[in-house]
């Protein structure tokens, strides 16, 4: 049954985010489009900004897309476990572990996804930058004679990293945003749950987010508190992803992590054992 | 053992408010109960808590001889009383969905009746009508074989030819031995097609008993819901 309870959130949670995946790719091409230079004509000054701004607001809609993507798994999941759809989500002959995890899974697989493409648009924003001040250089120096103006808007002189840095960045960004994204989604399942369950189940307006800042701080200072009781200081390495000191995650606070989404997630399943009632 | 559903003692309260209250019920297999009694006395929430939608209750209750989870969700089929399928979702998909999920789903039947209640399997449930959405939602529940049926308030809110219909679908796609548990308003329509009298008031089972019984009296249950319910109009 899991099986199926996974094609068929992969299937639902994958048609919200289509639109998100979608949107980034279209824009992100479009951001390379609008910074290519027509052969070899010079680039004009509104080029230069339509440009500029385009790639400019494709790294502000990077964040934008989380932040949606955030909100829509959430609302989703809501409504397929506690709204009116969870009539049929909680009339399937699954356990309640099962139904979770094919939820947890989905929705962090998808997410994940989205912080992939968030990573791999700003790279694709500030290279789109590059090749356009680049461009700009070219034009300064070879239509206008300005050598050491043109210069300075060389990738050389900007001191911006190389796409294999890039790479190695993003992908240890991805690995460390993957555990606190294991986290913070049993963390998200926990509060929709009480969210459900008398007498949290009236609550609305501040509660529910003072009750998830609860939680998050909860989080944060356990792994801190944890972490320093244990003081086992030994840095993660994923076949050489992590190894120096960009976005280091130590061993203890990784483990502290995993715990506690543990200890959330069967907490969790308990309130949907026990105390669920369906409005 | 004989008994569709055993409650022992279920209590079930939201906040201090107590809706049903040491409630004690055993139906047996094979019938057609029609449950019954005033708005708010606990009908649904006693169906909702067979269906396994309410956990957070006290008490045994037992389908099938089971405590409720995955094993009786597989052999009940619940018809709420509110419209559960995804907007997106065409009449198709949701066959398809529930064909995937319950054993005793049979999908052909469910494509027949699609056809005999004239929808279009390609429609999704955003642009039906609320009594389309019903119908859909009628055949995905009578198109499996299941032991139990649990229907809230079928006939709620339909004109007196569908109300006909659906009885005619419930009762011709039933298995023999299947039971149904069936909340209505509508005593005098459904009186000759239940089995028991399930009257529920005042947190308590106030009646339960045959139709044979009942009529044995020389009472109609339309004549009994009066009695029992006298404030309830």
Redesign the interface.
Known sequence: MLAKLLKNEFIQTGRMYLWLLGIGIVGGGLGALATMKPGSAEISLAQFFVGFLWNFLLILAASVLQTVGLIVTLVSTNRSLFSERGYLTLSLPVSTTELLLSKFVANVSFMLLNIAEAVALVYVAITNMIRLFKNAGDTLINNYGMQDFGDMFTAESLGLPSTGEWVRVGANALVVVFMFLVLAMTVALFVLTVSHVRPFQSATGFWIPAFIVACSLFCYFAVKQISDLLKLSVPLRFGGVFGDEVMKLNMTTAIVMVGLSIGFFFLTNWLMRRKISLK | MTEMIQLKQMTKS??SKVVLEHIDLAIPRGAIVGLMGPNGCGKTTMM?II??????YSGIVRIDGQPV???T??V?A?L?D?????Q?MSAKQAIN?MA???KNFDKEKALVMLSQFQLDPAQKVKTMSKGMQEKLLLLLTMSRAAKLYVLDEPLGGVDPSARQFIMDTILNNRPEDSTILLSTHMIYDMERVFDYALMIGRKQVLLFDSVENLEAQGKTLNELFQEVFPYAG
């Open positions: 939201y906040g909702k269906a396994g939608m309410i956990n957070d989870g995955p094993h969700k597989a009940v619940y709420p509110r419209t559960y399928l995804p997106w969905y995937d999920f319950f």
